[in-house]
């Protein structure tokens, strides 16, 4: 519906992210293979703060995220962050590049949405409706994260799926 945003899990290929354009008109507040269709720019002004919010609101933090970067082999963390082609590579140069880039690009981004920046708000204010829709059995959201921005309204399940109704605080 107009006025919507949604915000779903996006893990990896299958998850209701990359499906829910089918069901919806609505935005998606995030989905890892949206990047291939920003351009650098887009990217860097869009995509990344709202990957930032998908982190927070699924229980990620900036410590977490630099702890992993620190580990001996970075490389499954940078591939989830949709840092594609500095995963891939050997270790080296490059893949330090790609970890420095998280660390410039986007923990700055969590660290705004974890000190609930006005940004932040500002954002979900833009929306009338907020619906997370995460895995019945499996949740990634972390209900005390949304419950922080947004005031819960309702919630729908089903045998597989959970449907939360927000609007912003």
Same mark, same amino acid.
């Given at each position: 519906?107009?006025? @919507?945003?949604? /915000?779903? $899990?996006?893990?990896?290929?299958?998850?209701?992210?990359?499906?829910?354009?089918?069901?919806?008109?609505?935005?998606?507040?995030?989905?890892?293979?949206?990047?291939?269709?920003?351009?650098?720019?887009?990217? $860097?002004?869009?995509?990344?703060?709202?990957?930032?919010?998908?982190?927070?609101?699924?229980?990620?933090?900036?410590?977490?995220?630099?702890?992993?970067?620190?580990?001996?082999?970075?490389?499954?963390?940078?591939?989830?962050?949709?840092?594609?082609?500095?995963?891939?590579?050997?270790?080296?140069?490059?893949?330090?590049?790609?970890?420095?880039? /998280?660390?410039?690009? #986007?923990?700055?981004?969590?660290?705004?949405?974890?000190?609930?920046?006005?940004?932040?708000?500002?954002?979900?204010?833009?929306? $009338?409706?907020?619906?997370?829709?995460?895995?019945?059995? @499996? $949740? /990634?959201?972390? #209900? @005390?994260? #949304?419950?922080?921005?947004?005031? #819960?309204?309702?919630?729908?399940?089903?045998? @597989?799926?959970?449907?939360?109704?927000?609007?912003?605080?």
């Amino acid at each position: 519906m107009k006025g @919507d945003l949604l /915000i779903a $899990r996006s893990l990896n290929v299958d998850d209701a992210c990359g499906w829910i354009a089918l069901l919806s008109k609505g935005p998606v507040l995030f989905c890892t293979d949206a990047k291939t269709m920003f351009t650098p720019q887009q990217n $860097r002004d869009i995509h990344r703060f709202r990957e930032a919010a998908h982190l927070y609101m699924s229980g990620k933090d900036s410590a977490s995220l630099q702890r992993a970067l620190a580990a001996p082999d970075p490389s499954k963390q940078i591939w989830q962050l949709g840092y594609w082609a500095e995963a891939s590579l050997w270790p080296g140069e490059e893949r330090n590049e790609g970890v420095r880039a /998280i660390q410039s690009d #986007l923990i700055p981004l969590l660290e705004q949405v974890e000190r609930h920046d006005v940004a932040v708000d500002a954002f979900f204010h833009q929306y $009338r409706r907020i619906i997370v829709i995460d895995n019945q059995r @499996d $949740r /990634i959201f972390a #209900l @005390d994260r #949304l419950a922080s921005f947004l005031e #819960l309204e309702g919630q729908q399940t089903s045998d @597989d799926m959970v449907l939360l109704s927000y609007a912003p605080k």
